[in-house]
């Protein structure tokens, strides 16, 4: 089965500055796809940014850009120019070729 | 607007009894999941469907069921034989296709005491 590890359970950035937080996964499967989503405090979740693992060219979401390395099967967000609203949980998540699987999440906190 | 509801947003429930979490959605998606979230412990796949009359099991389907009569519904019964039923739950849907991003509900929070 498929997992996906996210190693910091708790991330600061001050406002304005820039943040990455770490996700890994391992799978047998050669397509998929790989999603970051944002809980806020109501606890929506909000999808932040996809890749498709066939694409080289890493997504990018405004202020929020992923590095994606398939070798390594590492998946990172990268958060610029942070903003107090980003202040929220967020879960790295795959999708092969059936469910969706999730990791325990990095809570990311914006200093003023 | 097309989405999806989850009702009610809290739940509380004595120890021993089954209780069903309602999920509907409108957007016309084959797939439907339910999903527990705890603290540190992320989004954990309680059960999934991929179309009417047919639902799979994930990591943690014991002590829950689930059915699929109309594509719009996948409601989640949590059962007795729950043993810490007390969490919160996302239900959400998707088209089939792996590119498909999820499409949550709000959640319900569920107190078993």
């Known amino acids: 089965a498929q997992t996906v590890t996210q190693s910091q359970p708790e991330m600061s950035v001050q406002e304005a500055e820039t943040v990455t937080l770490s996700c890994t996964y391992d799978?047998?499967?050669?397509?998929?796809?790989l999603f970051w989503y944002k809980q806020p405090p109501s606890r929506q979740m909000i999808l932040v940014i996809r890749?498709?693992?066939?694409?080289?060219q890493n997504a990018t979401e405004n202020r929020f850009s992923v590095n994606f390395q398939k070798a390594a099967k590492s998946f990172s967000l990268k958060i610029s120019d942070s903003q107090l609203g980003d202040a929220a949980m967020y879960f790295c998540?795959?999708?092969?070729?059936?469910?969706?699987?999730f990791g325990a999440g990095t809570r990311l906190t914006v200093k003023p | 607007d097309g989405g999806i509801t989850q009702s009610p947003k809290y739940l509380f429930r004595k120890e021993g009894q089954n209780v069903t979490l309602s999920c509907e959605q409108n957007?016309?998606?084959?797939?439907m999941y339910w999903y527990r979230q705890d603290p540190g412990q992320g989004l954990r796949l309680i059960y999934y469907?991929?179309?009417?009359?047919?639902?799979q099991k994930g990591d943690i389907a014991e002590g829950y069921s689930v059915s699929r009569e109309k594509k719009e519904s996948f409601p989640l019964t949590v059962t007795s034989a729950q043993k810490n039923p007390t969490a919160f739950y996302l239900c959400a849907s998707s088209t089939p296709d792996r590119y498909s991003p999820l499409h949550f509900g709000n959640g319900t929070r569920l107190t078993v005491t």
């Open positions: 469907s991929q179309i009417v009359n047919d639902f």
């Open positions: 957007l016309n998606h084959d797939a």
């Open positions: 890749q498709e693992a066939y694409k080289q």
């Open positions: 998540a795959y999708r092969g070729n059936n469910d969706m699987r």
């Open positions: 799978t047998s499967e050669s397509d998929y796809y």
